[in-house]
């Protein structure tokens, strides 16, 4: 006969009986329902084994100087720098991704560095603009020599249109 | 013939309700918070009560979770370490407890994680003198300690091939004690999810240790 809990529960059910964490009247259910299931008396049997089994690993005795050591490193960490006691615990690797944005950030800089050098910018574009006036200046005055009008006797006047 | 006790009635809650009613009605008011919050305020004395109260929890936790006693008590340092240094950001937002074994279950795997590579094929319960070597029992005889001795060898590797979060939820259950809901707390996942944990490490130990029944 199949049993009449759902798995899930059965295995609770198992689990805390096997750990005697049932309560009183729980505990009575439950043996009652082990009269008439054999599944689950099986599987309580498998349980209690693994149970006494597990009980029967004990611990080790602690190191006598445990406490001492401890109360050398709480020590040694009350006097660290302010830095540490606030960033230390955190340790390096979150430093990780934030050192990688400054890479980013620092490349990115310096490549617009670099498009600033190669390209004028707002600020050389006057210069420019006088280099070609002189040119245009001395291109006129060349012009004006071989239609024979005497540039340096030449006063000053309106600008004329070519 | 007798009705099955498993089924629900009307005037009976469902078995699995009343399962989970048994469970919530185990947890103790957390007077460790009390004393935290001491801790906090610069009260030394009160983290030496916290540690003679926990210390063995925790390292012997550990070492079930590492099996190596000089490694789990290294690591217990670090969690009480971790405690005090913390100590000034310190909300009584959930049971000390849970707070404790976060941190040493956190530090006990990541410990597995990092380290499962270099075990290699040495066993690691054994310290190098063999002082981890179970206490002698020197009530048995020599064939009674070596069927012993055999016996905690399968339970412990059992364990070991636990999955490491299983191995650590059934610490918490069998040893510590814990019910589900904290021991979620401590793995910061479901209750169900922890239910489910338990119930396919316990399978498993089951299957693997049918033979020592």
């Not at chain 1, 340790?91 to 620092?106: D, H, K, M, N």
């Not at chain 1, 006129?140 to 006047?157: F, R, T, W, Y």
């Not at chain 2, 401590?186 to 239910?195: D, Y």
């Not at chain 2, 396919?200 to 299957?207: F, I, N, V």
Request: with cysteine; hydrophobic share 40%; proline share 5%.
């Amino acid at each position: 006969m199949g049993c009449s809990l759902k798995k899930s529960v059965a295995e609770e059910l198992i689990v805390a009986y096997a750990a005697r964490t049932l309560s009183a009247d729980l505990e009575a259910d439950f043996e009652r329902h082990l009269e008439t299931c054999a599944g689950c008396r099986e599987l309580v049997a498998q349980q209690r084994a693994v149970w006494s089994l597990l009980d029967e690993w004990h611990p080790l005795p602690v190191s006598p100087d445990f406490d001492h050591q401890l109360a050398r490193r709480v020590a040694r960490a009350g006097q660290s720098p302010w830095w540490h006691r606030r960033f230390g615990r955190w340790g390096w690797r979150p430093l990780i991704p934030v050192a990688a944005a400054c890479t980013v950030l620092l490349f990115a800089f310096l490549l617009k560095e670099d498009d600033h050098a190669v390209a004028p910018g707002p600020g050389s574009q006057p210069q420019v603009r006088i280099e070609q006036q002189v040119e245009h200046a001395l291109d006129d005055m060349d012009m004006l020599k071989q239609i024979g009008v005497d540039v340096s006797s030449a006063k000053p006047g309106p600008a004329r249109k070519i | 013939m007798d009705s099955d006790p498993m089924q629900p009635s009307a005037a009976q809650p469902s078995w699995a309700r009343r399962v989970n009613n048994s469970e919530t009605a185990q947890r103790l008011p957390d007077g460790d918070a009390e004393l935290m919050l001491q801790v906090r305020d610069g009260d030394e004395a009160c983290f030496t009560q916290l540690l003679e109260r926990h210390r063995n929890a925790v390292i012997h936790f550990l070492y079930r979770m590492v099996l190596n006693q000089a490694v789990a008590e290294e690591l217990a340092q670090e969690v009480f370490l971790r405690v005090y240094r913390f100590r000034s950001n310190y909300e009584p937002t959930a049971k000390f407890t849970t707070w404790l074994f976060r941190i040493a279950t956190h530090l006990g795997l990541n410990w597995i994680r990092d380290g499962r590579h270099e075990k290699g094929q040495e066993s690691l319960d054994e310290r190098t003198d063999g002082a981890s070597r179970q206490v002698h029992d020197r009530s048995r005889t020599v064939e009674q300690e070596l069927v012993y001795q055999a016996k905690l060898r399968e339970v412990r590797q059992a364990i070991e091939n636990l999955p490491s979060k299983q191995r650590a939820a059934v610490m918490m259950h069998k040893y510590e004690e814990l019910g589900y809901a904290e021991i979620a707390d401590v793995l910061r996942c479901s209750e169900s999810a922890v239910k489910s944990l338990l119930f396919r490490a316990y399978e498993s130990l089951r299957m693997r240790l049918a033979h020592l029944a």
